[in-house]
């Protein structure tokens, strides 16, 4: 029962990465919304593995396939099935690591927990869950925009030690899409690849940082006092593989100023009341203010690696393992399309509970 | 209907700071628990104002009150219902505070949601609505302890710039405990209080992070993929007022290491499968791998502070504030009860999860 | 887990009969409402005991405290809590009934279930437990009527074998509370009291059937496949202690007619769609159309009676038991407040996710 | 967001009569049942249109296909997701209705709730969107028979006028199978196969009652207040297309028995406690006490008939519709593998519930 999130626009995915297919089942989408099939694929072209040499070398068209709640290119307000078939499943491939415990996998705990697993890359653990994730996302960002004028972007801001500049007022999704690694930051970006490309050479793995930013979000979403905005942005980052971090706003670095410096200052913007500085990331009380939301997740290094490794077997056997088969060095660069899914999918839900108890 | 966490075991907490009373009801307590309520009211007064100089001058006794789902001193399996009253209320104290924006304080962002506000002292944005967790967090660290041995504390390891140094394997509750600040590093601890107190007499606030370290976890908890535990954590501690940042493990730090470096080797101990170091953080494709889990927390400066700041009124007309009455110039010596009942409500809930699901 | 009742307008009840006191959280209620906590009081005063010579003899003024979630008599937005003190509560009376087991009363049950039980008085399963529902229905209704102008009604149908003739499109408030009975048919209500009175003296108890009508409710309520709004109604209804059906339009009676003579024919009343007949009961597909909702609920005799009974001890030994203490030989007089709470909680529960998916 | 049901062993259905294909997602099966692809299939052989002349000739094979979930034919514990694709569409065959309102149908009412609607044969109000019911069904069956030997049957009690005699403690799944029309009374059954066919040559419908008994039910399941096993069975079986009733036990009939008639005495049997009689349907406060659980359903006849009907067009015109193309002129002998498939789905959730908060 932890497959479904959200409240009101609530998903609930399903599929291994080496089963029949993935798919995800929107369940209260408001009806009447014009669906086009291509922007929810091009959202899956943004995930999907094979993009560059930098990737894993998995081939996978991700084609989506809609299978309800959707009738002459409108939706129903009836569950929207959405499913992408699992064509390049190689599970020969992962015969080696049938009985054996990749550290920093999810092997040992799947197995501890449920008795068993989908040992044929990785099952439910894989970053191929995330489909139904984006899928879903590219129709509640669909609704932010057309509802609200809401745009949210994602971006490498940091892949191992090297940290890009990026101004979140600014940056496009043009600026982020022109770069490789998708990091807007041109310098950083060209070190990133080079840096990844080495990983990848060394069967070695990378982690970073990803950083979100949403503009034009209407004041007022977030649920105190267990729903509040940052709450469930935390919670649907953290539900991400490989997540070890977030933060919003100040995050970390806040935690050195003073009271009376990380304070951001009310005034009057014509009319409108705005904030001089954005150390609180958007939201206050849990609610989001009307300032751009902004927020920093981070993912560990890949655990899946070609160098060797100590680990035991299924027996509890020491062994040396070095993973063959694919590997994926960074998956920072297919990482942006996800958090933007999240993000939308988290604000979507809070735009309609806010919406049902804003009485006329 | 953002008021209820918890899947099982379910709290639902109300009460502003200055209305009646404060309070929580948990559906879903196993029956037959012996309940002391002595217990409760320890974990209450870690967490009330008034302990020692360092935090707010709120005079409250905080004297817990179960008024159903326990009978005989055992609970019944029915709702247990709790509650504190509100006895040092001062509103009078917040009459300057009525038609004007604390800079980051909730003020702002209640008024444009609900359209009014409970002015007088922050009403659901107080920090006194943490009573209803941390007397439901008491039960559940008794189920935890009972059922599993497991231990969760939490304490102070950064007041604005001052680190502590604690080993989180070994950290005890005297330990914590005998700190002003609730920070286990006696020198840190020293000088934490001396930069509160500077802090206090400045009219000014401060910040800090809390670490929480639960030992003897079941294997298996957390359900992937949206309610992984690591996720559940995150926004159960984000849900908490003035937090900005969660890690768990390596955190933010483990994104500049490597694959091999990152990755947790697997070794057999005398028969249990473990791992030689603890980047993971005691969890692994979200569930729980028998390690300590251990994770970090941020918290913001408080927002209400006695030195002058510009901001604006309710009417959106430039105002230069400097709140008095009460003060708190540091919530992180108070915050480690509260952190504490989190985890074990995550904690309590996912064991319970797990216990539906494993068949004989 | 099984305390907390709707999506986004939600109760959470808690409280046994002879505990400390009887109590209800709503959490989702839209901030400002106007909250008169006469009307509140007045509607428990139709739950209370001791109305008449006819109900039980328990005497409880069910006095309503709002402890939070209402400032300057407006809603907050955040939850409101509501609670009623056990005054009249004798557990000596319950003594004789510590050990055995009432025919066809919970008392087995939940000691099988929870491996214990509040002997006093029926703990939990008590009819006491339903004050926190109307209490939290009384504002449920006041939305209904403000938004919709929705006017929910309920009244007893028969008791024992004691039919009434009502008219659903006409009767009034009035008709049902210048009843001793709540039955808006005078001459049947002075049969049901005759009746009602000589049961009382039997020391035996009666069941009968409350028809519900709601009028001027919105079309468009009602969620498709499981949250259809006759399913929520009829767990609503069937939720309530006693209960035994739950049926709506034709009901039972309908499956005699084919389809021809049963289905309602749509016409043009001058603008509006509206159907001739009401053999639906006001709901199609599972969403209201806008017809009159009409259904009946069956209630059995109360359990507890005076007259001797067979039954077991807590041992297993066979036992005789004549209760004495306290006696309600008919809850129906007692159960229109109760009804229409419930009725009105879904339907508002229903008209805010109505709001929620209609955007603009 | 009204397609889940079920709190622990969840299910979200999906999809329109006539859209690509209609399935189930399952979250909270437990890992580790061998799952047999060919129970789930001859489950929906008995749901399924075409088993004989008397029911609608669509004709369809509804093949199930499992998507995920299951590997080696063992659960995993992840989401089972599980389709059947449309074949048999034929949406020409509704393009008369298209702009017409059959009377009593989903159509005018799900026009109104959402904008738009799927004409083409009913979309998600059709029978067809059981199918996902059935094959989570047939899992939650073999979870009981495994776990408990709970069996769960259902059998039609009555069609138009005619009431069949089933000993509900002794009936068998061969009883049922061997009739036509899935009534085990043989002098009934062939009455009513005589008048569905008399009905469908009148291109007109009829009605019914369906009884369901399920037996070695554990004592315990069941969660007061709200999710009474009453209750829960309820909103399932109200959930379901055409039902207008519900009734446990002794149900409306029950109102005219005395508490001391009504009351089922309690007596050792053996060293378990039982009840000798069972007006109370096999629960009791709401919770299972271990005797047969026994309710029945009402259907009403199915709306869409070839008779002429009065009605009206989409612009509120009059018109005279006589539906075409199929016609079901009883759905009730396609009904009992559907109610089988809920009470299943019902109990294997409060079980797994049960087990939740059952401490060693």
Redesign the interface.
Known sequence: ?????G????I?????SH?????V?I??C???LAIDINTIQAELDRRRPGQSHLTTSRQEEDRV????????G?T??????M?VWNKDAKPSAYEHLKDV?R????????Q???????WQGG???SAR?TIGRVAAGAIAKQ?LRE?CGTETLAYVK?I??IQAEVDSDTVTLDDIESSLVRCPDPRASEKMAECVDQ?RR?G??????IESVSRNVP??L???????L??????????L?A??????????G???????????????DD?R?R??TN???G???????GENIVF?I????????R?E????DID???VTLSAHGRHDPCVLPRAPAIVEAMTALVLVDHF?????????
């Open positions: 029962m932890g497959n479904t999130f409240h009101l626009f609530r609930t995915t399903w599929g291994e089963g029949g297919a993935i798919g089942v369940d209260g408001p009806p009447k396939e809609i299978l309800s709640g959707v009738f002459d409108q129903l307000g009836s569950p929207i099935s499913l415990y550290p920093s996998h999810a092997d040992f705990t799947y501890q927990k449920f008795g068993l697993r989908n099952g439910r653990a869950e609704i509802q940091q191992h030690t990983a060394d070695d793995s990378l982690g970073g940082i004041v007022g977030g649920e105190p006092v267990f729903d509040k940052k709450a469930d942005l935390a919670k649907a980052m953290m539900s593989p997540t070890m971090g977030f933060q919003i706003g100040s995050g970390f806040g935690v050195v100023g003073t009271g009376s410096q990380h304070n951001d200052p009310f005034y009057n009319g009341v904030t001089r150390n609180s990331g939201t206050q009380g849990g609610i989001s203010n920093q981070a993912f560990k290094p890949t655990a899946t690696i160098k490794q100590e680990t035991v509890g056997n020491p309609l509970r806010q919406r049902a108890k804003t009485l006329d």
